[in-house]
């Protein structure tokens, strides 16, 4: 990483064309729910912010965020720390190695600048930071970072006398990374899950198209999907799919909107036989998936044979189980066709009605099912963004 170990080539490579020097991401991000809800943030401001154009997913870093400044792109490095500690981050833990030839958070982040477009780094955190870092907090061309110029040299003094020859690939030193970092406490996965439900909102209003919590739910489960199989896949052979471009999702959002929109205006059963046939089954399941909905509704009008706290139940452990087997399909663990999964669907409302209720009960789920279907909150057919 010091400049005097590392040739300069006579032209930077772009961040989009040259393969990540490593790419442990991928292996070892199961279960990166926090990771995965900040990038989904992160695709809701695409949809608010023209000048973010792509996001990398597990690339040169855990994210990496092309922007359009002016005339040129410059790239933003995001570490995303979603592990709760038991205490504030320091400058001492910025620097610290995990091992004697590891590299420290501070190194790997300087160590990104290496690529034609302009640096910006990013660190997210769920714990807050203590005073020597507060200026950090502020973003880098904010007012605040003059008023607390005494404080930015506390840091820089630190991190020079820590890392006295330490330079980016580039050339840049450590008051580069401290100018052109910016430090995000974003608190914990609820926190971050909610505020993207409420910009999802939003937009939606902003639309004119209101939508139910439920249906907005599924949305934000369709990005939190498509940015975790970005992550998973390889750079080679899947470069494309690790970077997701803001003109992939305006098209996913006007798709999506247009969906939830003719829902108002079809009649009932009509998304739900769009849905099957899009799937390819056959007409006479299509006539039963309809009938069973049908029933469903009038159940649902006027109950005879169950108390309303008990339906209740039953339609949010349906929701519950539906929500369990989308995600499944979404992120590739179902391996199945869309006709499989839709048989798939079936076959779990069987696996949960309980045995002591009776057949009805199961008809009553798969009559939930199809309902939810038709007002479009599930597909059968796997997603592509």
Request: hydrophobic residues 40%.
């Amino acid at each position: 990483m010091d400049s005097d170990k590392e040739a300069t080539p006579l032209s930077w490579p772009s961040v989009g064309d040259v393969a990540p020097i490593e790419e442990g991401g991928p292996e070892a991000r199961k279960g990166f729910n926090y990771q995965d809800e900040i990038a989904a943030g992160f695709l809701i401001t695409m949809l608010e912010n023209a000048s973010l154009l792509r996001v990398h997913c597990e690339t040169h870093d855990d994210l990496v965020l092309l922007w359009s400044k002016q005339d040129e792109e410059e790239a933003e490095y995001v570490q995303v720390k979603g592990s709760e500690q038991d205490q504030l981050w320091s400058l001492s833990k910025l620097c610290q190695k995990k091992t004697k030839n590891s590299d420290s958070i501070f190194e790997a982040s300087l160590g990104r600048d290496r690529h034609k477009e302009s640096s910006n780094f990013r660190i997210i955190t769920i714990r807050q930071v203590n005073n020597d870092l507060v200026p950090l907090t502020y973003t880098c061309s904010s007012e605040g970072r003059t008023l607390a110029s005494e404080k930015i040299k506390v840091v820089y003094t630190y991190l020079e006398t820590k890392f006295p020859k330490l330079t980016s690939p580039k050339g840049n030193d450590c008051r580069f990374w401290v100018d052109h970092c910016y430090w995000d406490v974003r608190n914990d996965l609820v926190t971050a899950h909610n505020d993207n439900l409420r910009r999802l909102f939003a937009l939606c209003n902003a639309a004119g198209i209101p939508l139910l919590l439920e249906q907005l739910e599924g949305l934000l489960d369709e990005l939190r999907a498509w940015v975790k199989a970005a992550g998973d896949a390889k750079w080679i052979p899947d470069r494309a799919k690790k970077i997701i471009s803001r003109a992939d999702v305006c098209d996913w959002w006007a798709r999506r909107l247009g969906e939830l929109q003719a829902t108002h205006v079809v009649s009932a059963g009509g998304q739900l036989a769009a849905k099957m046939r899009a799937v390819n089954l056959p007409e006479d399941m299509v006539s039963l998936a309809l009938e069973l909905r049908r029933d469903y509704a009038t159940e649902v009008r006027s109950p005879r044979y169950m108390e309303p706290d008990r339906m209740y139940q039953l339609q949010r452990q349906v929701k519950s189980e539906v929500i369990s087997l989308r995600a499944e399909f979404m992120a590739g663990e179902l391996q199945l066709s869309g006709q499989a999964f839709h048989a798939a669907c079936l076959k779990r409302m069987t696996e949960i009605a309980p045995s002591s209720d009776g057949n009805d009960i199961a008809v009553f789920l798969k009559g939930c099912l199809y309902d939810i279907t038709d007002r479009c909150l599930l597909r059968f057919e796997r997603p592509a963004p």
